[in-house]
């Protein structure tokens, strides 16, 4: 079976929320998905490819930019621009 691999760790997205001052219930209202949804996702839990795409899209539209991790460094996010408030 295809098990699908995001573009971001639980932890990259934990950071891009962290750089934009964002809340769960923040990210939760911006997505429309649940709480729960996003807490798994952040504790490395499967949650579904169709819920996934749409959260990483929200912290890339808001500014982040997801950084693969190489061999001499690990992955992690840049605040490419601040958002809109």
């Known amino acids: 079976m295809y098990r699908y691999k995001p573009r971001a760790s639980p932890e990259q997205i934990r950071m891009a929320r962290a750089a934009l001052k964002m809340t769960i219930r923040d990210l939760v209202k911006l997505v429309g998905t649940s709480t729960n949804t996003i807490v798994k996702l952040e504790a490395g839990g499967c949650v579904a490819h169709c819920?996934?795409?749409?959260?990483?899209?929200?912290?890339?539209?808001?500014?982040?930019?997801?950084?693969?991790?190489?061999?001499?460094?690990?992955a992690g996010v840049r605040l490419v621009k601040l958002p809109n408030k």
Do not use: C, M, N
């Open 51 to 74: 819920v996934v795409e749409p959260i990483l899209k929200v912290l890339e539209d808001a500014g982040i930019e997801f950084i693969g991790e190489t061999r001499r460094r690990g």
